[in-house]
């Protein structure tokens, strides 16, 4: 298996601009999981998905971000506008739920600069 | 409020040495405790997950530990390697059975040394 794919690796973009970042999660999984990294704050969680369904938004941090699953091997999540604060290290995961002891298997991540 | 705490912050070996990362946690209610092992550049990529009534997970040159009456646990690794040098990142769940809602820590950098 490719495991999660994810793309771009690295985006560079200016303040005010649209990004849209991809995921492919692992075949047959049916959990999928948006997470955002920063030095200070860690991992945290934005949006999970169960079955193509968004189950939990409370991380989204503000309109500006949306995320979507339209089917079960592809999701997205957006940022309109961009601002310097979304410089960030952007993690996709996806998980076989009540199965392989609740573990989450990540992407190599995108790396986000806005300017 | 649910926290991860881990400690040193960072920390420096010789290669072959041993060393010992701690994590406090005030989760509540607990369900499982993971360590994930993150490279530079790379995703998570989980070590051991360990469930209340574990005391003990090992995975290879990785042992993990659980005191879930003093809701500590600490990540021990023997006989370092360069390819150590990562970030460890201690993170506990607070759903019993379900993986939705994890408390992260934010991590402890090894640096492994020739």
């Known amino acids: 298996d490719a495991g999660v794919i994810q793309s771009p690796r690295h985006e560079v973009t200016e303040m005010g601009q649209e990004v849209t970042l991809r995921c492919k999660p692992i075949?047959?999984?049916?959990?999928l999981f948006w997470y955002r990294q920063t030095m200070m704050r860690g991992l945290e969680l934005l949006i999970y998905f169960n079955n193509n369904v968004p189950i939990d938004d409370s991380g989204m941090p503000e309109d500006r971000f949306s995320a979507k699953m339209p089917n079960a091997s592809f999701s997205t999540l957006k940022i309109q506008p961009s601002e310097p604060r979304d410089s960030a290290v952007y993690f996709c995961?996806?998980?076989?739920?009540?199965?392989?002891?609740?573990?989450?298997?990540f992407g190599p991540g995108t790396r986000l600069t806005v300017t | 409020k649910n926290q991860v705490e881990q400690s040193p912050q960072s920390l420096i070996i010789l290669e072959g040495k041993n060393c010992t990362l701690q994590?406090?946690?005030?989760?509540?209610?607990?369900?499982?405790l993971r360590w994930y092992k993150q490279d530079t550049g790379r995703g998570p990529v989980s070590l051991t997950i360990m469930t209340f009534s574990e005391n003990t997970k090992s995975n290879g040159r990785y042992t993990a530990t659980l005191d879930a009456d003093t809701k500590q646990s600490s990540l021990h690794i023997t006989a370092s390697q360069l390819s150590d040098s990562a970030s460890y990142i201690c993170?506990?769940?607070?759903?019993?059975?379900?993986?939705?809602?994890?408390?992260w820590g934010l991590g402890t950098s090894l640096a492994v040394n020739p």
């Open positions: 994590c406090n946690y005030t989760v509540s209610p607990f369900s499982n």
């Open positions: 993170v506990v769940s607070d759903y019993a059975g379900n993986n939705r809602k994890l408390i």
């Open positions: 075949s047959g999984h049916n959990s």
């Open positions: 995961a996806s998980s076989h739920e009540r199965g392989s002891g609740y573990e989450q298997y």
